[in-house]
């Protein structure tokens, strides 16, 4: 009997691609996806830890699950919950003790285990538990085929993170900075086209921090992996992310003037422009530090366009320092950026700092930065008015006869189109720019690989 599963995603794009996978480890056990959760013989929430509202979701739509599964259980049908990402890893046991009725709890290094654990609560009457590191690497067992959703994918690379960063608990949730062999990456990626696949996003925690294995012995850097992906045929864009500034090189500088491949854009967060917080903060960057960065990408790269996160409120924050938020906003320019409030963390340094920033102090800083960050978006996408770039649409607009899709700088991009253009660069010339979008004609029929 066919059995459907429905996997919620939180969080970042490392849980996109978890989510993928965990779908992959399933489908031979019978579990094919489902669209709604009610009607799903399995339900995962594959969670994120990072803020405080992004963890309390979690509770919240367990609750709108234990209905469902009660409902079920009424027509004499069992709905298996589980838990997993950053919350199952940060807080398995309280997961079980609020919620009892979730069958599964793992964490993100343990899902290649899920036929055990899935024969495990099928059996049993109590719940699994497996938030281990273990020693082996979730990627050795994971299967090799690939599936592909549309023509852009997600590759995971690196994973963890040894910065510890005093707000983060991502260290604590993800673990240790893991590099998968280059060999390893490639046959992924060559899956991936066969897939279907036509752009690549590199994943990592602090993806620039890459130092796998190469085929040949020794560690490759990500500016030689992103030349061998380029190298393989069918790959058509890449990108990576999230990139830690103090860890990016002279070489990966470089693969932006190198390989035409490598799109110029590039998310780079910052936190904050204030030194004093940055030391705070324990991130190993200076302001200038940045800056200089910023320079020499784009002496490598002109056009390239760059995006960043921001905390504003961390524990001691002054005006002056927020301030110089603003003052490095305003020099350097993102074409995008996420902000958010600073959240305290359990168990992060941070936490227990004292001059915790008062709540109404966050939320008015948060609105001045982001008005600034969205000025500076909507001038960028204005600015493109008249310009062709080429479009990756992968998937249909809200309306009928439209598509949408990806400039090279991660615009959302909508055009009218036949569907069947699905899945296919198209020269875009941009009609109109918005705050969150660009509306274009496609300009001839004729197909363009790169920006
Ligand atoms: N290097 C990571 C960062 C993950 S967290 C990566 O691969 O993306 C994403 C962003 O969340 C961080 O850059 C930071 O801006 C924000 N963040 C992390 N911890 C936070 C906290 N405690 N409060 C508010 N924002 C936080
Ligand atoms: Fe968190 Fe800092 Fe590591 Fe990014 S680099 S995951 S912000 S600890
Ligand atoms: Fe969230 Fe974990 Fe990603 S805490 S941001 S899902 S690494």
């Not at 489902?34 to 830890?49: F, K, R, S, Y």
């Not at 305003?330 to 915790?356: E, L, N």
């Amino acid at each position: 009997m066919p059995k459907t599963l429905h996997i919620k995603t939180y969080g970042c794009q490392m849980n996109v691609y978890d989510s993928e996978r965990i779908a992959e480890v399933l489908a031979p056990l019978g579990y094919a996806p489902g669209e709604t959760a009610e009607a799903a013989d399995m339900v995962i929430l594959n969670t994120c830890h990072i803020r405080e509202k992004a963890a309390e979701k979690v509770y919240s739509e367990l609750g709108r699950l234990r209905i469902a599964q009660e409902a079920k259980a009424r027509r004499g049908e069992r709905m298996i919950i589980a838990v997993t990402g950053c919350v199952a890893q940060a807080e398995g046991e309280e997961v079980l003790k609020r919620a009892p009725f979730v069958d599964m709890v793992f964490g993100p290094q343990t899902y290649h285990r899920l036929p055990q654990m899935v024969a495990e609560a099928t059996r049993a009457t109590g719940h699994v538990l497996d938030t281990d590191f273990p020693e082996e690497s979730k990627f050795d067992a994971l299967p090799e085929a690939r599936t592909v959703d549309g023509a852009a994918a997600f590759l995971a690379v690196q994973e963890g993170c040894d910065k510890f960063c005093t707000y983060c608990v991502v260290p604590y949730t993800r673990g240790a900075e893991y590099s998968r062999p280059a060999a390893r990456v490639l046959d992924e990626a060559r899956r991936l086209v066969e897939a279907g696949a036509r752009e690549i996003t590199l994943l990592g925690q602090n993806v620039n921090s890459y130092h796998g294995e190469g085929p040949g012995g020794g560690a490759w850097t990500l500016a030689r992996l992103i030349r061998a992906v380029a190298e393989l045929d069918g790959v058509e864009r890449i990108r990576y992310t999230t990139s830690y500034p103090a860890d990016l090189d002279a070489d990966l500088i470089a693969a932006h003037r190198d390989v035409d491949k490598l799109m110029p854009y590039l998310h780079l967060p910052i936190q904050s422009g204030s030194n004093r917080v940055l030391d705070a903060m324990n991130r190993k960057h200076t302001t200038d530090d940045y800056k200089r960065l910023v320079d020499q990408l784009r002496a490598a790269r002109p056009d390239l366009a760059l995006s960043s996160d921001f905390i504003v409120g961390f524990p001691g924050e002054t005006d002056t320092d927020f301030e110089d938020t603003l003052k490095l906003v305003a020099d350097v320019t993102f074409i995008q950026a996420y902000s958010f409030k600073y959240s305290a963390r359990p168990g992060t340094p941070a936490a227990m700092m004292d001059f915790q920033v008062d709540e109404a102090v966050k939320a008015a800083r948060l609105a001045r930065l982001q008005d600034l960050l969205n000025t500076q978006t909507l001038a960028f996408n204005r600015s493109m008015v008249g310009r062709t770039l080429a479009v990756l649409l992968d998937r249909p607009g809200k309306k009928p006869g439209q598509m949408a899709g990806r400039s090279p700088y991660m615009q959302a991009v909508v055009v009218e189109a036949p569907a069947e253009r699905i899945n296919t660069i198209q020269a875009v010339t941009v009609t109109s720019g918005g705050p969150n979008s660009l509306l274009g004609r496609i300009d001839g029929a004729i197909e363009r690989a790169c920006a």
